[in-house]
């Protein structure tokens, strides 16, 4: 019982290099979300998407675009780089299309950009 | 402005004792509160949560309550374990806002043997 599937663990990018961070789930869930969580600060909202062909901004969106494949999975990506984007990338997701309260977290992608 | 505080960011207690951990809000009109554990390099797992309506919730030895009108939830740990040492972090959802889902920025625990 995987849950909530990241790939890559650990990336080390060039400023303005692009990347494609990868997110999984198989607990047949709605909602899915990407957070971004940094040193003294709480996670932080980057895009949610609610249902399959659906994707909504959040606290944090410039810079980032995201695409939710199908049920399963939703993908974050990073066109240009920049350090301020060095941080611990989460995904999330839950069963509720309703109400946007993510219960299952993946491990995480560690991403340093230098 | 909705915001989510935990004080202290670090806590050193000796195995056994038992421990309450704090997270406060501003704007008492929330919809549930959830207490998380995060281990190193791992993402969160779900403790408890508390809706709006209930003062409290408890799963083993962890004790969560909500006090809406002073704006606080408490986390009880009892009887401490080395194995509680993790980062304890609150979530807190208010009515108002798609995303009005906000993260405290944690307390790291360690349980010393």
């Known amino acids: 019982n995987a849950g909530v599937t990241q790939t890559p663990k650990f990336q080390v990018l060039k400023t303005g290099q692009s990347m494609t961070l990868q997110c999984a789930q198989d607990m047949n869930h709605n909602s899915m979300y990407w957070y971004r969580q940094d040193p003294g600060m709480g996670l932080r909202l980057i895009y949610y998407?609610?249902?399959?062909?659906?994707?909504d901004k959040g606290e944090v969106p410039n810079g980032y675009n995201v695409s939710r494949l199908n049920k399963r999975e939703f993908s974050l990506r990073l066109e240009s780089a920049a350090p301020s984007q060095t941080s611990v990338y989460f995904c999330a997701s839950s069963a509720s299309t309703a109400i946007h309260q993510p219960q299952h977290f993946g491990d995480g992608t560690r991403l340093s950009i230098l | 402005k909705q915001e989510v505080t935990q004080i202290p960011a670090a806590l050193s207690v000796p195995e056994g004792e038992n421990l309450v951990l704090n997270c406060s809000f501003t704007d008492s009109a929330i919809y549930n509160l959830q207490w998380f554990r995060q281990d190193p390099g791992k993402g969160l797992t779900s403790l408890l949560l508390?809706?709006?309506?209930?003062r409290e919730q408890t799963s083993g030895r962890l004790n969560a309550s909500l006090d809406k009108s002073s704006g606080r939830s408490t986390l009880y740990i009892a009887a401490s374990q080395p194995g509680d040492s993790a980062t304890y972090l609150c979530a807190v959802r208010w009515y108002s806002g798609t995303y009005k889902y906000i993260f405290g920025t944690g307390t790291r625990l360690k349980v010393l043997a």
């Open positions: 508390i809706q709006s309506s209930q």
């Open positions: 998407s609610a249902s399959e062909g659906t994707t």
